[in-house]
């Protein structure tokens, strides 16, 4: 889209070049035919160290925008955002692909539904009722069971294997909403990308990212029921048990094991070897590798077990 057509979408005037822009990006990885925003300001700095072609922000931070990018003023420049991730959104298919490619000795059921421009790797096996979506890759020697969905644009490495239901690539939980508490949808424009030898367990859900990638590392073990949210990072052989839950954009190291029905808040940094207990609530980043932690606060699991000593003791 031309900027001027962008500029008319969202109610912004705008001086400067109308340029072409041919997607939505973070204010650190945009380039100049692309767009960026920043909605708070403690992101002041990567808007001035931006290459994006233009910023949406408000009248507050627009001083900020670097001589190399145009300003486009709103009064909320998250909502407009949302507006226009919309506009930059992939097809959910695309007929005009070509058909799907699938290597040799692979064994695809008939009841699976390969999309136009996947892409199947050798000696993989696909079973009923599995959906890869368009521009989709399957790496060598990959398992997928019964009712697996992997949404288009996602990329799944060799030796895995991905158990029933597990869903790859649906959309993260993202939305702005206004000063009326009504919620715009955001789009998300990145994909999933699994490298090799990761073992997801059944009807897990793994989100794509709003922009870029979300990336479980080699050798990661998934099991049942986990929730892996948009733009998250899963470090080499980290283990995500049962009902573990990690929220968008937090970052884990490698061989990090989280237990049971444990969690993290969003925008976390997790130091490798860390282990987490089962039900541990992480609420800050870990910044110390090797330690054990369990608890809601999160405490060292040394310290929770002398807690939990001291409160049954106030019981007898």
């Known amino acids: 889209m031309k900027l001027d057509k962008i500029a008319k979408l969202i109610n912004s005037d705008f001086s400067g070049q109308n340029i072409e822009i041919s997607g939505m990006n973070t204010l650190k990885d945009a380039a100049k035919n692309e767009i960026s925003f920043v909605s708070n300001s403690k992101y002041i700095r990567d808007v001035q160290n931006s290459n994006a072609g233009a910023i949406l922000v408000d009248s507050k931070n627009k001083e900020f925008v670097p001589s190399t990018s145009v300003a486009l003023v709103v009064d909320n420049p998250y909502w407009e955002m949302a507006i226009l991730s919309k506009c930059f959104s992939s097809p959910i298919e695309n007929n005009n692909l070509p058909l799907a490619i699938v290597g040799e000795g692979s064994k695809v059921s008939a009841k699976a539904e390969l999309a136009n421009g996947s892409k199947i790797g050798k000696n993989c096996t696909i079973m009923a009722h599995v959906y890869i979506g368009a521009e989709a890759v399957i790496g060598d020697n990959t398992i997928i069971y ?171």
């Not at 009807?203 to 049942?224: C, E, H, L, P, Y």
Request: one cysteine or more.
């Open 146 to 316: 019964p009712n697996v969905t992997v949404y288009r644009d996602c990329k799944i490495g060799n030796d895995c294997i991905i158990h029933a239901s597990a869903t790859v690539g649906s959309d993260g939980f993202g939305f702005s909403t206004n000063k009326l508490g009504e919620h715009k949808k955001i789009y998300q424009n990145g994909n999933v990308i699994i490298e090799d030898n990761v073992e997801i367990g059944s009807s897990t859900a793994i989100d794509r990212a709003v922009f870029s990638s979300t990336i479980i590392k080699k050798g990661v073990r998934i099991d049942n029921l986990v929730q892996v949210g948009h733009n998250c990072v899963i470090g080499e052989y980290s283990v995500l048990v049962a009902q573990s839950g990690i929220s968008g954009s937090t970052t884990m190291g490698r061989n990090v094991v989280m237990g049971g029905q444990s969690a993290t808040a969003g925008h976390l940094q997790i130091a490798p070897f860390t282990t987490m207990a089962a039900r541990s609530g992480v609420t800050k980043s870990i910044i110390d590798s090797g330690k054990t932690f369990a608890g809601f606060p999160l405490m060292e699991h040394k310290t929770w077990l002398k807690l939990q000593g001291k409160i049954a003791r106030l019981l007898k």
